[in-house]
């Protein structure tokens, strides 16, 4: 099947600095990506969905100013975390969808563990 | 915004009995997904069930759906310790999938 990769998998940062999180599809072209987040022992929250070529489309609550999402080309999708606090550490996930033939498929990222001191 | 629940939250067996985790939803689909997560890692998709679909099977997984009621079920039969895991069913909204709170499956041997 697709492979999705995300970089790097786990960071740890300071409070007030900013993180880059790559999310790329290594085998086929995606138009759309997914950014989820996920709290401990909770589900995924979608955060956004990110459109080649286009501005992100963001879910409500989610600030579009400190989740900075760039879909440069094909294959990257990046997520910026703006001015990182605390509250912000969490298991952030990507997804890429892929046309299969006859339907979409949507293929997850490894995760990426942030963790905000 | 979540748009399954899915139910128990936490499902504790021994190894070698059957697992059933149930998820309902919100609004009308074309499909539902479960999908399973090891802790600390990303998603792995078990199996797909389109709505015209009331049960479909795949090795030890069985799952179905009940489109009237908006919910699905997923069993795992014979379970083992690998199959402890979190285990989140998801529907489409939009071209996003939505996923459920999820249940936390774990095996003893």
């Known amino acids: 099947g697709a492979v999705v990769s995300q970089h790097p998998s786990r960071v740890i940062c300071k409070s007030g600095t900013s993180v880059k999180i790559e999310c790329r599809s290594l085998d086929f072209q995606a138009t759309t990506m997914f950014w989820y987040r996920q709290f401990p022992k909770k589900s995924l929250m979608l955060m956004a969905t990110s459109n080649e070529g286009s501005k992100a489309t963001y879910e409500q609550g989610v600030e579009k100013d400190k989740f900075l999402i760039n879909h440069a080309s094909l294959t990257l999708s990046t997520l910026t975390v703006t001015s990182a606090h605390p509250e912000d550490s969490s298991f952030y996930i990507c997804s890429a969808r892929d046309w299969q033939g006859n339907s979409y498929e949507q293929y997850f990222g490894p995760g990426t563990r942030l963790t905000v001191t | 915004s979540q748009q399954g629940e899915e139910d128990p939250q936490a499902l504790s067996i021994q190894e070698g009995e059957n697992a059933t985790m149930n998820c309902s939803y919100k609004?009308?689909?074309?499909?539902l997904q479960w999908y399973r997560q090891n802790s600390g890692r990303g998603l792995v998709h078990l199996i797909l069930i389109r709505s015209n679909e009331r049960e479909k099977h795949s090795g030890r997984l069985r799952v179905t759906l009940d489109t009237s009621k908006k919910s699905s079920s997923l069993l795992i039969t014979a379970s083992r310790a690998a199959d402890t895991a979190s285990y989140f069913c998801a529907t489409a909204s939009g071209t996003a999938l939505i996923f459920g709170k999820g249940t936390t499956l774990s095996v003893s041997s």
């Open positions: 609004t009308s689909i074309n499909n």
